[in-house]
């Protein structure tokens, strides 16, 4: 890197406006234990940086980047798009479009509805397995990220087996006590939690592939048994496929393994770099949402 001059002038204005000079923490690099370089733009697999450094980007926006940046296609169609207008307050056909596509690819995804990023999908998944089931709690994983929901700001205390505490100033304790935290690839500790709250489990929620605490495989054949654990107490799987979904295969991952998930969480790829989110499952389930259904979700540019 010849010269960061810019990236830290930017850093500095930047801190005087946005909290920690960034709009979500991990860009921050306290990991990295640097000060952020600042991107002006990116091409397929290189991105510039305001010093007019290049990089090799295997950061890919986080997921969504799985074409590169800019790829000419891409751009194109966005630049067309942009010329008929962005956002309407009124349904669409490219709405149809993409809900058509999730759905052939998605075998559970009999239908989707649209949000605007993964952390949506989640609290919509939270409340439709809630309403679905009229029960209040929820099971985790410890490790397992999915998004910045209250309830989903929990981990485990010292034991796996406790309920949860928050991991976020500003998250009732109340809310966090409706999360119970199960040990990734430990059936054991799942099945110990519905032991201990019989009936008021609504919904597992689980990455299929872990990918936020470094990447973690399932045991072969653990997600099946989870479904299985999960149905015979009455409670929904919900998987998170906000990374995993249309980046390790052309859809689910959780169906490619065979399983059929409840509700599915997609996120990131989806929008290709847009913020784009979703939520599918079985009509019976995703037909609860308004204004069919009494679970209230809604945006002003879903
Ligand atoms: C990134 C991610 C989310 C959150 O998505 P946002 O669009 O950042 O809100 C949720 N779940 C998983 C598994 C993720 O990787």
Same mark, same amino acid.
């Given at each position: 890197?010849?010269?960061?001059?810019?990236?830290?002038?930017?850093?500095?204005?930047?801190?005087?406006?946005?909290?920690?000079?960034?709009? %979500?923490?991990?860009?921050?690099?306290? &990991?990295?234990?640097? *000060?952020?370089? @600042?991107?002006?733009?990116? +091409? /397929?697999?290189?991105?510039?940086?305001?010093?007019?450094?290049?990089?090799?980007?295997?950061?890919?926006?986080?997921?969504?980047?799985?074409?590169?940046?800019?790829?000419?296609?891409?751009?194109?169609?966005?630049?067309?798009?942009?010329?008929?207008?962005?956002?309407?307050?009124?349904?669409?056909?490219?709405?149809?479009?993409?809900?058509?596509?999730?759905?052939?690819?998605?075998?559970?995804?009999?239908?989707?509805?649209?949000?605007?990023?993964?952390?949506?999908?989640?609290?919509?998944?939270?409340?439709?397995?809630?309403?679905?089931?009229?029960?209040?709690?929820?099971?985790?994983?410890?490790?397992?990220?999915?998004?910045? %929901?209250?309830?989903?700001?929990?981990? &485990?205390?010292?034991? *796996?087996?406790? @309920?949860?505490?928050?991991? +976020? /100033?500003?998250?009732?304790?109340?809310?966090?006590?409706?999360?119970?935290?199960?040990?990734?690839?430990?059936?054991?500790?799942?099945?110990?939690?519905?032991?201990?709250?019989?009936?008021?489990?609504?919904?597992?929620?689980?990455?299929?592939?872990?990918?936020?605490?470094?990447?973690?495989?399932?045991?072969?054949?653990?997600?099946?048994?989870?479904?299985?654990?999960?149905?015979?107490?009455?409670?929904?799987?919900?998987?998170?496929?906000?990374?995993?979904?249309?980046?390790?295969?052309?859809?689910?991952?959780?169906?490619?393994?065979?399983?059929?998930?409840?509700?599915?969480?997609?996120?990131?790829?989806?929008?290709?770099?847009?913020?784009?989110?979703?939520?599918?499952?079985?009509?019976?389930?995703?037909?609860?949402?308004?204004?069919?259904?009494?679970?209230?979700?809604?945006?002003?540019?879903?």
């Amino acid at each position: 890197m010849t010269s960061r001059k810019k990236s830290d002038e930017l850093f500095h204005r930047a801190s005087v406006k946005i909290p920690g000079a960034v709009n %979500s923490p991990v860009r921050a690099w306290k &990991a990295v234990g640097a *000060a952020p370089i @600042f991107i002006e733009s990116g +091409s /397929g697999a290189t991105l510039i940086d305001a010093d007019g450094n290049a990089f090799l980007d295997y950061v890919c926006s986080y997921g969504p980047a799985i074409l590169g940046h800019a790829h000419p296609r891409v751009t194109q169609a966005i630049a067309e798009q942009s010329r008929l207008g962005l956002g309407f307050g009124a349904p669409t056909r490219l709405e149809v479009e993409l809900a058509e596509l999730i759905s052939s690819a998605i075998e559970c995804a009999q239908k989707v509805r649209l949000v605007t990023s993964g952390t949506e999908a989640g609290l919509t998944a939270l409340r439709l397995a809630r309403a679905a089931t009229g029960r209040t709690n929820i099971i985790k994983f410890d490790g397992c990220y999915h998004g910045h %929901s209250d309830s989903m700001l929990v981990r &485990a205390g010292s034991g *796996a087996m406790t @309920f949860g505490q928050p991991d +976020s /100033g500003g998250v009732p304790s109340a809310v966090a006590a409706m999360t119970m935290v199960a040990r990734y690839n430990s059936i054991e500790t799942v099945e110990g939690l519905f032991r201990a709250a019989p009936e008021k489990i609504a919904a597992v929620i689980v990455e299929p592939v872990a990918a936020n605490m470094g990447v973690v495989n399932p045991d072969p054949g653990s997600l099946k048994v989870l479904a299985e654990i999960a149905h015979a107490n009455g409670a929904l799987l919900i998987c998170d496929e906000v990374i995993s979904g249309f980046r390790l295969c052309f859809g689910s991952i959780a169906e490619s393994m065979g399983v059929a998930p409840d509700l599915i969480m997609l996120g990131k790829i989806i929008g290709g770099g847009m913020p784009v989110g979703a939520i599918a499952g079985p009509a019976k389930i995703m037909d609860l949402l308004a204004p069919v259904g009494p679970v209230y979700q809604a945006g002003t540019l879903s």
